[in-house]
């Protein structure tokens, strides 16, 4: 599935944990949003991670999901363009 | 999910977070998250962290080593999958001789059929080649394997038939600079022969994950012998694909010129030819979108990637040592 998260995090500590915790799962598109493309497994995992680092009274995470059909659909203007998972350099 | 190759001499492999780390001199050269990968390929030398290498592990992500020309040196496999009743399959089957001699027959029938498919296509395209009478000595290869009544003369039909097939193999190279006369290894001599044993080393790191995947013991096969430390059952499933991806990858680089003669080195105590390193990133990619390539599969009549096919046909395979099918078919492409 395709997941667009959002945070409002004030605390700077806080925020720079869940933006490390998001790095591993997904792509970091815009301050405070990131693309992942998780299944079931890893959308729990992600979500059991972040949920256990937040503070639910400052701050808030939001999940919105794609479907299948609309994931191809996200126009974009400017910024990075999506990149390609299948191969990558080191070097 | 990727494959990431690791060009850089010396780089170091950690772990940050969940993800893989790639380093060298205090600089980054690469950061991933660990679920984007399925496969780790480091040419040359590099230095892992104790907590990466269990990470993969543990993620059954496999990494193979490659010297920085290409030779295959070796491997860190996952535990093996625990499909026991695939390998007491396998065992078994290498026990029975008409079993053995059926596998090693459709491997080879496999890989010949591509070769000769291979020609045949060139000649349809370029009257003025001459690659007919390679076409025939390979059919008559092809129509020989049923007759077979042992493993030992399938090989020979074997080496016969690629015999044929490398003799013409210069005449498919239509751009000036690249010659070839015969295959070498160990090391390759010329660039063509070079580009053959690192696309072989890449589709064997590929094939040997797939038939993990699907719960082989690579190492016991039945066209190529047991040697002590090589997957012959790996080797026995490349043969049908090193036509079909590696030869037509390679053609493809040379023929629309993204390799040139000067993107080669030679050593010269050995004469050993490979790639430089801007090249060999090129080539790495042009393998990697050959891999993503769809064609359409006879057996399952639906579209796959070359990707995909590798476990298709270890599945095929498993069904046929199973007793869930009278044979196994190989990829067989026209």
Same mark, same amino acid.
């Given at each position: 599935?395709?997941?667009?998260?959002?945070?409002?995090?004030?605390?700077?500590?806080?925020?720079?944990?869940?933006?490390?915790?998001?790095?591993?799962?997904?792509?970091?598109?815009?301050?405070?949003?990131?693309?992942?493309?998780?299944?079931?497994?890893?959308?729990?995992?992600?979500?059991?991670?972040?949920?256990?680092?937040?503070?639910?009274?400052?701050?808030?995470?939001?999940?919105?999901?794609?479907?299948?059909?609309?994931?191809?659909?996200?126009?974009?203007?400017?910024?990075?363009?999506?990149?390609?998972?299948?191969?990558?350099?080191?070097? | 999910?990727?494959?990431?190759?690791?060009?850089?001499?010396?780089?170091?492999?950690?772990?940050?977070?969940?993800?893989?780390?790639?380093?060298?001199?205090?600089?980054?050269?690469?950061?991933?998250?660990?679920?984007?990968?399925?496969?780790?390929?480091?040419?040359?030398?590099?230095?892992?962290?104790?907590?990466?290498?269990?990470?993969?592990?543990?993620?059954?992500?496999?990494?193979?080593? @490659?010297?920085?020309?290409? !030779?295959?040196?070796?491997?860190?496999?996952?535990?093996?999958?625990?499909?026991?009743?695939?390998?007491?399959?396998?065992?078994? &089957?290498?026990?029975?001789?008409?079993?053995?001699?059926?596998?090693?027959?459709?491997?080879?029938? %496999?890989?010949?059929?591509?070769?000769?498919?291979?020609?045949?296509?060139?000649? !349809?395209?370029?009257?003025?080649?001459?690659?007919?009478? &390679?076409?025939?000595? =390979?059919?008559?290869?092809?129509?020989?394997?049923?007759?077979?009544?042992?493993?030992?003369?399938?090989?020979?039909?074997?080496?016969?038939?690629?015999? +044929?097939?490398?003799?013409?193999?210069?005449?498919?190279?239509?751009?000036?600079?690249?010659?070839?006369?015969? !295959?070498?290894?160990?090391?390759?001599?010329?660039?063509?022969?070079?580009?053959?044993?690192?696309?072989? +080393?890449?589709?064997?790191?590929?094939?040997?994950?797939?038939?993990?995947?699907?719960?082989?013991?690579?190492?016991?096969?039945?066209?190529?012998?047991?040697?002590? %430390?090589?997957?012959?059952?790996?080797?026995?499933?490349?043969?049908?694909?090193?036509?079909?991806?590696?030869?037509?990858?390679?053609?493809?680089?040379?023929?629309?010129?993204?390799?040139?003669?000067?993107?080669?080195?030679?050593?010269?105590?050995?004469?050993?030819?490979?790639?430089?390193?801007?090249?060999?990133?090129?080539?790495?990619?042009?393998?990697?979108?050959?891999?993503?390539?769809?064609?359409?599969?006879?057996?399952?009549?639906?579209?796959?990637?070359?990707?995909? &096919?590798?476990? =298709?046909?270890?599945?095929?395979?498993?069904?046929?040592?199973? %007793?869930?099918?009278?044979?196994?078919?190989? @990829?067989?492409?026209?």
């Amino acid at each position: 599935m395709f997941v667009l998260v959002s945070y409002d995090i004030p605390n700077d500590k806080r925020r720079t944990k869940i933006h490390n915790a998001l790095k591993s799962y997904g792509e970091w598109v815009q301050f405070s949003v990131f693309e992942c493309d998780l299944d079931d497994t890893n959308y729990a995992r992600l979500r059991a991670r972040l949920s256990a680092l937040i503070k639910p009274e400052e701050d808030s995470i939001r999940f919105y999901f794609l479907c299948r059909t609309c994931s191809p659909k996200i126009e974009r203007i400017g910024g990075k363009p999506p990149t390609d998972d299948s191969i990558f350099f080191a070097g | 999910m990727g494959t990431v190759y690791v060009n850089q001499e010396d780089a170091f492999l950690g772990r940050s977070d969940e993800r893989l780390k790639i380093t060298h001199e205090r600089r980054t050269l690469l950061e991933v998250p660990l679920l984007r990968i399925d496969g780790i390929v480091v040419l040359g030398r590099a230095h892992f962290s104790p907590a990466l290498m269990g990470e993969l592990l543990e993620r059954r992500i496999p990494m193979s080593f @490659l010297s920085p020309t290409g !030779r295959y040196l070796g491997r860190v496999e996952p535990e093996l999958s625990k499909n026991i009743f695939v390998r007491s399959a396998q065992w078994r &089957a290498s026990e029975q001789p008409e079993r053995t001699l059926h596998l090693a027959r459709a491997f080879v029938r %496999g890989k010949l059929k591509n070769c000769r498919n291979d020609l045949m296509r060139a000649q !349809r395209e370029h009257p003025e080649l001459n690659v007919q009478k &390679a076409i025939e000595s =390979i059919q008559q290869n092809i129509d020989a394997l049923p007759r077979t009544e042992n493993v030992d003369s399938v090989r020979g039909l074997e080496g016969a038939g690629s015999a +044929s097939y490398f003799a013409v193999f210069e005449q498919l190279i239509r751009v000036k600079g690249f010659s070839f006369t015969h !295959r070498n290894r160990r090391p390759p001599l010329d660039p063509v022969n070079a580009l053959l044993s690192f696309g072989y +080393s890449l589709l064997r790191h590929d094939i040997q994950s797939a038939l993990n995947i699907v719960g082989f013991d690579p190492y016991l096969g039945f066209l190529h012998t047991q040697r002590y %430390g090589r997957p012959s059952l790996a080797l026995d499933l490349m043969e049908e694909f090193r036509p079909l991806v590696v030869d037509a990858m390679i053609l493809g680089c040379l023929n629309k010129s993204v390799l040139q003669p000067t993107d080669f080195e030679s050593e010269p105590l050995s004469g050993a030819v490979s790639l430089n390193a801007e090249a060999r990133k090129q080539f790495l990619r042009q393998y990697e979108q050959k891999k993503q390539s769809r064609f359409r599969h006879l057996v399952l009549e639906k579209q796959c990637t070359y990707q995909e &096919a590798f476990e =298709i046909q270890a599945r095929l395979l498993s069904k046929y040592l199973l %007793g869930e099918t009278h044979q196994y078919p190989p @990829l067989i492409l026209k």
